[in-house]
């Protein structure tokens, strides 16, 4: 497909934002949006119900090839309002000369919570911690996931965090902490899952399809794989992650954007911003093509058939910073507490965004 100049006689200028959130925000005050920006899914809902969105789902004749957790996570009031720009998924990344020298091998990856519970603790010592991940909802919740729940049901109507399926999965994480086999990120002085692997601290972390990008760029030596998220008490779990293509309301060129984004969300377009960032995309035919390019994301690619999408409620962002905040006392907290809280904060912004 040609760029759109050639294809369309649009012109395209770039701009970096620097802090897109406030930056758009900004902008949407003033009535003077971009025409085409990046929107994060924390905050979709809030520009979505302020109507700073134009909502050109029923523009996009092949919406069906994008993945469906995406687009019920960029529709609003029964509308899909933007396409999502590409994808991501967390799998187990394994340092695999740490998993060597414990006596592991292939065999031994984790394929249900007490088998990481006995790997994790092998791999501990020596300066090394079994599973280091960062110390937040964006890893942590692939737990609550695997055991059966969730923070709202599937429409995002009701929340259903104060669940026993969601303690457990925090009982689970805790435990973990407690024994010692199991870090946050700051706990090994390191500021994410990948640094903490590349520096040899921990053995294994949870991330995502970014990783690779990373490792590349930092730890270009050290060897690791990928391997699906153990499951838990109700099987399969992962969170996926993508930004979506917003186009403004108040754009005077919403047609011209509209084309634009069906350029940048093409196969080819997708396939081009997998090679160059990491990301997956977000079409299901393209992902055929990406993982028979990058067989050694299979994993990461098999979990967008079941990762869980963001959740994109107007206000949610603070409730979720909240929660954030709560899990980093996991370790010695009620989780029980911890969700109790998180029900109610969550509540009073679904009564907020009705």
Same mark, same amino acid.
């Given at each position: 497909?040609?760029?759109?100049?050639?294809?369309?006689?649009?012109?395209?200028?770039?701009?970096?934002?620097?802090?897109?959130?406030?930056?758009?925000?900004?902008?949407?005050?003033?009535?003077?949006?971009?025409?085409?920006?990046?929107?994060?899914?924390?905050?979709?809902?809030?520009?979505?119900?302020?109507?700073?969105?134009?909502?050109?789902?029923?523009?996009?004749?092949?919406? %069906?090839?994008?993945?469906?957790? #995406?687009?019920?996570?960029?529709?609003?009031?029964?509308?899909?309002?933007?396409?999502?720009?590409?994808?991501?998924?967390?799998?187990?990344?394994?340092?695999?000369?740490?998993?060597?020298?414990?006596?592991?091998?292939?065999?031994?990856?984790?394929?249900?919570?007490?088998?990481?519970?006995?790997? %994790?603790?092998?791999?501990?010592?020596?300066?090394?911690?079994?599973?280091?991940?960062?110390?937040?909802?964006?890893?942590?919740?692939?737990?609550?996931?695997?055991?059966?729940?969730?923070?709202?049901?599937?429409?995002?109507?009701?929340?259903?965090?104060?669940?026993?399926?969601?303690?457990?999965? #925090?009982?689970?994480?805790?435990?973990?902490?407690?024994?010692?086999?199991?870090?946050f990120a700051k706990q090994v002085d390191t500021s994410w899952g990948g640094e903490a692997l590349g520096k040899g601290k921990a053995a294994m972390t949870i991330e995502g399809n970014?990783?690779?990008?990373?490792?590349?760029?930092?730890?270009?030596?050290?060897?690791?794989?990928?391997?699906? #998220?153990?499951?838990?008490?109700?099987?399969?779990?992962? #969170?996926?992650?993508?930004?979506?293509?917003?186009?403004? %309301?108040?754009?005077?060129?919403?047609?011209?954007?509209?084309?634009?984004?069906?350029?940048?969300?093409?196969?080819?377009?997708?396939?081009?911003?997998?090679?160059?960032?990491?990301?997956?995309?977000?079409?299901?035919?393209?992902?055929?093509?990406?993982?028979?390019?990058?067989?050694? %994301?299979?994993?990461?690619?098999?979990?967008?058939?079941?990762?869980?999408?963001?959740?994109?409620?107007?206000?949610?962002?603070?409730?979720?910073?909240?929660f954030n905040t709560d899990l980093q006392s996991l370790r010695t907290a009620d989780p029980k507490k911890i969700l109790a809280d998180l029900q109610r904060n969550g509540e009073q912004?679904?009564?907020?965004?009705?």
């Amino acid at each position: 497909m040609p760029p759109p100049r050639t294809r369309t006689g649009n012109s395209v200028t770039v701009e970096v934002a620097k802090d897109m959130n406030q930056q758009l925000a900004q902008s949407f005050a003033g009535h003077k949006p971009p025409d085409v920006f990046y929107v994060n899914s924390d905050q979709f809902a809030n520009y979505a119900k302020g109507g700073s969105l134009y909502p050109y789902g029923d523009r996009i004749s092949d919406a %069906a090839d994008f993945s469906e957790q #995406l687009r019920t996570s960029f529709s609003y009031d029964g509308k899909l309002v933007c396409l999502p720009k590409d994808a991501s998924t967390l799998g187990l990344a394994i340092n695999t000369d740490l998993w060597k020298k414990a006596g592991l091998t292939e065999k031994d990856y984790p394929k249900s919570w007490e088998e990481l519970r006995t790997v %994790a603790d092998k791999l501990t010592g020596n300066g090394v911690t079994g599973l280091v991940t960062s110390d937040e909802f964006q890893r942590l919740g692939v737990f609550m996931k695997q055991a059966g729940g969730w923070l709202t049901d599937p429409d995002q109507q009701k929340m259903t965090a104060d669940t026993a399926e969601n303690a457990k999965g #925090l009982d689970f994480v805790q435990s973990l902490l407690k024994s010692g086999s199991m870090k946050f990120a700051k706990q090994v002085d390191t500021s994410w899952g990948g640094e903490a692997l590349g520096k040899g601290k921990a053995a294994m972390t949870i991330e995502g399809n970014w990783l690779e990008g990373g490792m590349k760029l930092d730890y270009p030596d050290v060897k690791y794989a990928i391997a699906p #998220l153990p499951e838990g008490p109700a099987g399969k779990g992962t #969170l996926a992650f993508s930004n979506c293509w917003g186009v403004a %309301a108040d754009s005077a060129h919403r047609d011209a954007g509209v084309d634009l984004v069906k350029y940048l969300t093409s196969a080819k377009q997708q396939l081009a911003f997998a090679d160059a960032f990491g990301v997956m995309p977000s079409r299901t035919s393209a992902l055929k093509t990406y993982a028979e390019k990058q067989p050694a %994301a299979k994993a990461w690619v098999d979990g967008s058939a079941y990762a869980q999408g963001p959740v994109t409620i107007a206000g949610f962002d603070k409730v979720l910073s909240q929660f954030n905040t709560d899990l980093q006392s996991l370790r010695t907290a009620d989780p029980k507490k911890i969700l109790a809280d998180l029900q109610r904060n969550g509540e009073q912004a679904i009564a907020k965004g009705n």
